[in-house]
């Protein structure tokens, strides 16, 4: 065959359909003024003080906010006068999370109750009874076990997959149990399984839980480490969550790349991590608000606290890579300000290892998590 097909325009559902469809957005949200933000290329910006207006873009859903109605309905007709757009109004529900607005009390309630309840009935669990913790305290599940068969190891795949959504989302309190659980995809076992199983059972009772902001908040970061907690690898967990407007904006719970020789070490890792997530958050602020505010990152460990502060080196930490560096180099410059914060007061723990009920429920109300606005 010597003759092949030249596309003159894109199609949905080829490898390069969405930049193409990116770029024809971008090119036409530019020429109506707007610009894209550095830090993340699907939020778009035009005007400032009474003509602000911003256009977050997910695919082809869109948000658009101005700093009056009329900038935001001037926004709007940037849009739908090149594509066909329907307006919806005032956002209530966008790529299934429920906006819950408060005007009186100045709060904005994000949950996803729906998808929590479609997920039960997916799994057979609507009707189970609930428990107060996705994980049990001290809980620890390893590769060894009773191997799941026939279609129960696609069963896990596809729960853990619908589980990492709603944990990334609006719901923190459930991202360690979704880390832990999805360590063990590619060969999961009858324990994992049941475990998975629990985390159904926590929502059962928590449908509508979620992240409930205010008007007022400063930009601040936790950072934690749960040394060698891994009983197959020996690596560490990283937790780290990120507060703003009173609750959380981004959040991990992960497995260290590599295995820390002491909890000091750790600690410094997931340090380095939140720093990295945090300098990004206030680019971020900065640009949407005009001014960037400082950031403030606590940690509960005073050896990692010193490593950050002091360049120092010995036979406990020359190993560590370079790469780590990142925050003692923020610190230094002035653009990071860190803290020492004492354990008990620690928000990210919940991230980072198996907690017992009133622990549990203590970071997920400094997380902002609510049962309503």
Not at 68 to 94: H, N, Q
Not at 183 to 203: D, E, I, Q, T, W
Request: with cysteine; proline share 3%.
């Amino acid at each position: 065959m010597t003759k092949v097909c030249r596309l003159r325009k894109a199609l949905y559902g080829l490898k390069q359909a969405a930049r193409a469809w990116y770029h024809k957005l971008k090119g036409t949200l530019e020429a109506a003024g707007f610009q894209a933000c550095p830090e993340d290329p699907c939020l778009f910006r035009r005007g400032s003080g009474p003509t602000e207006c911003l256009i977050i873009v997910y695919v082809d859903d869109m948000l658009v906010a101005g700093a009056t109605k009329d900038a935001a309905r001037d926004g709007l007709e940037a849009v739908t006068s090149r594509f066909k757009a329907r307006e919806l109004g005032r956002p209530t529900y966008f790529l299934g999370l429920h906006l819950v607005h408060n005007d009186e009390g100045g709060t904005l309630h994000v949950h996803q109750e729906q998808y929590v309840k479609t997920l039960l009935g997916r799994f057979g669990m609507s009707d189970a009874k609930p428990v107060r913790l996705p994980i049990g305290a001290g809980a620890r599940l390893e590769r060894a076990g009773e191997p799941l068969t026939g279609e129960d190891p696609n069963l896990y795949q596809e729960l853990v997959g619908c589980l990492n959504y709603l944990a990334t989302a609006t719901r923190p309190d459930i991202a360690f149990a979704v880390g832990r659980l999805s360590r063990f995809v590619s060969a999961p076992m009858v324990a994992h399984l049941a475990a998975a199983k629990v985390v159904l059972r926590y929502l059962t009772g928590t449908k509508a839980k979620g992240l409930c902001y205010q008007r007022e908040g400063d930009l601040m970061g936790y950072s934690d480490a749960d040394f060698a907690a891994d009983k197959d690898t020996r690596r560490s967990t990283s937790g780290n969550v990120f507060m703003f407007k009173g609750a959380a904006v981004s959040w991990v719970s992960k497995l260290q790349g590599s295995v820390a020789t002491s909890t000091t070490e750790a600690e410094y890792v997931s340090a380095g991590m939140a720093a990295k997530e945090l300098i990004w958050l206030q680019r971020l602020c900065g640009y949407v608000t005009g001014e960037a505010p400082e950031v403030l990152l606590l940690c509960d460990s005073q050896s990692a606290l010193a490593m950050m502060r002091n360049a120092v080196s010995s036979v406990r930490t020359k190993h560590i890579d370079v790469v780590h560096h990142f925050v003692r180099e923020k610190v230094a410059s002035g653009e990071l300000k860190v803290r020492y914060v004492n354990t008990t007061d620690m928000t990210a723990d919940a991230l980072t290892k198996p907690l017992g009920t009133i622990a549990f429920d203590k970071c997920a109300a400094a997380m902002g998590l609510t049962l309503g606005a």
